[in-house]
């Protein structure tokens, strides 16, 4: 880095501040090594810190070389995320060497897998305050947390035009939003606290003195289930932990229409989902929560449908910027019985329900 001068106490105090402001913003010279190819495909991947992202950009604007690489390492990156996992890693395996970033990319896949296995491993409402506490646990949680949220709300070309799709297990992206008559309720109130939670207030005249009631929020057309509470004495007040900053809300009231409330169970628009599913078709399989069990994801559908036929493929959000492909299945239309789909998964995955996001997809045919 370009050093700063030392100056005589001759000049007067605005004289040395008006020299040091010019000397802090003269373009400085970068003498560090050139970023590997772990950094450059960290970089792409979206998992490097913002100052070590813009140092590798500063690079490239003087380095015609760093440029080839990027364009290399893009191509790279969608032949890795295009493969099964499991042959990535027997790939790895078989010549540590013969494959530029695929370690830096296994070790991404492993480290995000590791997060969210530790911290989402239950349904909503509990889904919430684990990817606030998740997003507090460092780096990792951070980037783990950036990818739950990309992957819900971002429109990737990937995802746009598709009929509804469910988003991981307390998750649900759909066609419209968590709109569900209130008639029912003489107050329906949302605030965003100032440390990022979002509480709700709602009361009724109608029912028993106790009953449950369950609360979604409605966002960009996306119905996310919230909380469940009990009414007392026609009111109930429940505090759901780190949404607000999550979904990156504005701390104050939350618009009337973005929040919806039915007693006794969740609002049709935004039952439980579990996985992105994208049939291509209108009809989509029925899924159980997925579950990390003896190093595999293991996924339960019916697949009840005969359009439901073909070849799918399930991928996890693994960066802000990336899916990795998990495994290829053959699915043969099987009606009232369940079939179990299995995807070898890192060793870093801890067992029990997998919160991570999933897309479950079916293949389009070379006809396509």
């Not at 991570?356 to 045919?365: I, T």
């Given at each position: 880095?370009?050093?700063?001068?030392?100056?005589?106490?001759?000049?007067?105090?605005?004289?040395?501040?008006?020299?040091?402001?010019?000397?802090?913003?003269?373009?400085?010279?970068?003498?560090?090594?050139?970023?590997?190819?772990?950094?450059?495909?960290?970089?792409?991947?979206?998992?490097?810190?913002?100052?070590?992202?813009?140092?590798?950009?500063?690079?490239?604007?003087?380095?015609?070389?760093?440029?080839?690489?990027?364009?290399?390492?893009?191509?790279?990156?969608?032949?890795?995320?295009?493969?099964?996992?499991?042959?990535?890693?027997?790939?790895?395996?078989?010549?540590?060497?013969?494959?530029?970033?695929?370690?830096?990319?296994?070790?991404?896949?492993?480290?995000?897998?590791?997060?969210?296995?530790?911290?989402?491993?239950?349904?909503?409402?509990?889904?919430?305050?684990?990817?606030?506490?998740?997003?507090?646990?460092?780096?990792?949680?951070?980037?783990?947390?950036?990818?739950?949220?990309?992957?819900?709300?971002?429109?990737?070309?990937?995802?746009?035009?598709?009929?509804?799709?469910?988003?991981?297990?307390?998750?649900?992206?759909?066609?419209?939003?968590?709109?569900?008559?209130?008639?029912?309720?003489?107050?329906?109130?949302?605030?965003?606290?100032?440390?990022?939670?979002?509480?709700?207030?709602?009361?009724?005249?109608?029912?028993?003195?106790?009953?449950?009631?369950?609360?979604?929020?409605?966002?960009?057309?996306?119905?996310?289930?919230?909380?469940?509470?009990?009414?007392?004495?026609?009111?109930?007040?429940?505090?759901?932990?780190?949404?607000?900053?999550?979904?990156?809300?504005?701390?104050?009231?939350?618009?009337?229409?973005?929040?919806?409330?039915?007693?006794?169970?969740?609002?049709?628009?935004?039952?439980?989902?579990?996985?992105?599913?994208?049939?291509?078709?209108?009809?989509?399989?029925?899924?159980?929560?997925?579950?990390?069990?003896?190093?595999?994801?293991?996924?339960?559908?019916?697949?009840?449908?005969?359009?439901?036929?073909?070849?799918?493929?399930?991928?996890?959000?693994?960066?802000?910027?990336?899916?990795?492909?998990?495994?290829?299945?053959?699915?043969?239309?099987?009606?009232?019985?369940?079939?179990?789909?299995?995807?070898?998964m890192p060793s870093t995955a801890m067992e029990g329900p997998f919160g991570?996001?999933?897309?479950?997809?079916?293949?389009?045919?070379?006809?396509?």
């Open positions: 880095m370009m050093q700063r001068a030392n100056f005589d106490d001759g000049f007067s105090k605005i004289a040395m501040s008006m020299i040091n402001a010019v000397a802090k913003s003269s373009p400085q010279t970068l003498t560090s090594p050139d970023p590997g190819s772990r950094d450059v495909l960290r970089y792409l991947s979206g998992v490097l810190p913002a100052d070590e992202a813009a140092l590798i950009e500063q690079f490239a604007i003087d380095a015609p070389k760093l440029r080839r690489e990027l364009g290399d390492l893009i191509s790279v990156l969608s032949e890795f995320q295009a493969q099964p996992y499991s042959e990535l890693v027997l790939r790895l395996a078989s010549n540590p060497e013969g494959s530029p970033g695929l370690s830096a990319w296994i070790e991404i896949v492993d480290s995000h897998i590791k997060t969210v296995t530790t911290f989402l491993a239950g349904c909503v409402p509990v889904t919430w305050p684990a990817i606030a506490a998740m997003a507090k646990q460092g780096a990792e949680g951070l980037i783990a947390a950036r990818t739950m949220w990309r992957a819900l709300f971002a429109d990737s070309p990937a995802l746009t035009g598709r009929p509804p799709l469910q988003l991981g297990f307390g998750y649900r992206r759909g066609i419209r939003g968590a709109i569900e008559p209130v008639q029912l309720f003489t107050q329906l109130e949302g605030v965003v606290l100032p440390n990022g939670d979002l509480q709700i207030e709602a009361s009724t005249d109608f029912g028993p003195a106790e009953r449950a009631v369950f609360f979604a929020f409605s966002m960009n057309g996306r119905a996310l289930p919230l909380a469940e509470a009990t009414v007392q004495k026609g009111r109930v007040q429940v505090v759901v932990e780190g949404l607000g900053q999550f979904l990156r809300l504005s701390t104050g009231p939350i618009p009337e229409k973005t929040l919806a409330a039915r007693l006794d169970d969740w609002p049709e628009v935004c039952k439980l989902g579990h996985v992105i599913v994208h049939s291509g078709v209108n009809a989509f399989p029925v899924l159980d929560l997925p579950v990390i069990s003896s190093g595999h994801l293991v996924l339960t559908g019916v697949f009840e449908e005969p359009q439901l036929d073909g070849k799918w493929e399930l991928l996890v959000a693994v960066s802000p910027n990336c899916w990795q492909m998990l495994a290829e299945f053959d699915i043969k239309c099987v009606f009232e019985r369940p079939q179990v789909l299995r995807a070898a991570g996001a999933l897309w479950f997809r079916r293949q389009k045919s070379k006809a396509n």
